[in-house]
T-cell receptor, first 113, second 114 residues
C-alpha cells in the first residue's frame, strides 16, 4: 500500500539555521511527491513537488529531491526565517488517476528570532 | 480573487444532529475533495468528486455524505452516524482529478460536537 512517514516534531530552530525535515515513502509504482505547508489557522498550500526520480522541487528557498533508491523526499532550507513557522506535510499521489493524496502526519516547525 | 471558501470557520453541534459544512470554489476546477485532519495524524480523504453529479468514497467515508449538484459547490454532511465527528475539515479542489494536478485548499472548518 501507499504511505508516508515524516520525522516527528515539533522542530524548533533559530533564525538563519539550516532546516531538514525527513520524509520517506512506500508506494506501488511511481508516485509523485509533494510538500504542503499549513500556516496557523489556514488550509494547506502546495510548497513544491517532484514527479519523477531525481527531480528536484524548489520554492521560496525550500528544496526537496525525489530519491527513488532511498524512497525519500527530504525537505531542506539553508536559512529559515520566523515567517517559515508552520506545519509541513509530505504527501504522495498514487497512479490511480484519482489524484488521491496520501499525507504524512505533519511536522511543526517553529523558528525563533 | 479566485479561491476556495469554507464556512463557517467554527461550528458547534450537539451529538445526534446532522451538520452540513459548506465549500465553494470559483476556480472553475472540475475536481473537489474533503479531508479530515486530526491532531498527530495526516489528512485523511473522506469523499472526492471528479465532475458534477459524481462522487466517490475516500478512505473514511462512513458517517458522511456529499452532493455535487453544481461545479462550484461540494457540501459535506456529517451525520449522527459518524462516531467521532469533532475534527478540522478541509475542502480542496484541483483542475482535474488526474495525477499531479495540484490541490488548492480552503482555510478549513473546525467542527466541535458535544
Amino acid at each position: 500500500g501507499n504511505s508516508v512517514t515524516q520525522m516527528e516534531g515539533p522542530v524548533t530552530l533559530s533564525e538563519e539555521a539550516f532546516l531538514t525535515i525527513n520524509c520517506t515513502y512506500t508506494a506501488t509504482g511511481y508516485p509523485s511527491l509533494f510538500w504542503y505547508v499549513q500556516y496557523p489557522g489556514e488550509g494547506l498550500q502546495l510548497l513544491l513537488k517532484a514527479t519523477k526520480a531525481d527531480d528536484k522541487g524548489s520554492n521560496k528557498g525550500f528544496e526537496a529531491t525525489y530519491r527513488k533508491e532511498t524512497t525519500s523526499f527530504h525537505l531542506e532550507k539553508g536559512s529559515v526565517q520566523v515567517s517559515d513557522s508552520a506545519v509541513y506535510f509530505c504527501a504522495l499521489s498514487d497512479q490511480t488517476g484519482a489524484n488521491n493524496l496520501f499525507f504524512g502526519t505533519g511536522t511543526r516547525l517553529t523558528v525563533i528570532p | 480573487d479566485g479561491g476556495i471558501t469554507q464556512s463557517p470557520k467554527y461550528l458547534f453541534r450537539k451529538e445526534g444532529q446532522n451538520v452540513t459544512l459548506s465549500c465553494e470554489q470559483n476556480l472553475n476546477h472540475d475536481a473537489m475533495y474533503w479531508y479530515r485532519q486530526d491532531p498527530g495524524q495526516g489528512l485523511r480523504l473522506i469523499y472526492y468528486s471528479q465532475i458534477v453529479n459524481d462522487f466517490q468514497k475516500g478512505d473514511i467515508a462512513e458517517g458522511y455524505s456529499v452532493s455535487r449538484e453544481k461545479k462550484e459547490s461540494f457540501p459535506l454532511t456529517v451525520t449522527s452516524a459518524q462516531k467521532n465527528p469533532t475534527a478540522f475539515y478541509l475542502c480542496a479542489s484541483s483542475i482535474s482529478a488526474a495525477d499531479n494536478s495540484p490541490l488548492h485548499f480552503g482555510n478549513g472548518t473546525r467542527l466541535t460536537v458535544t
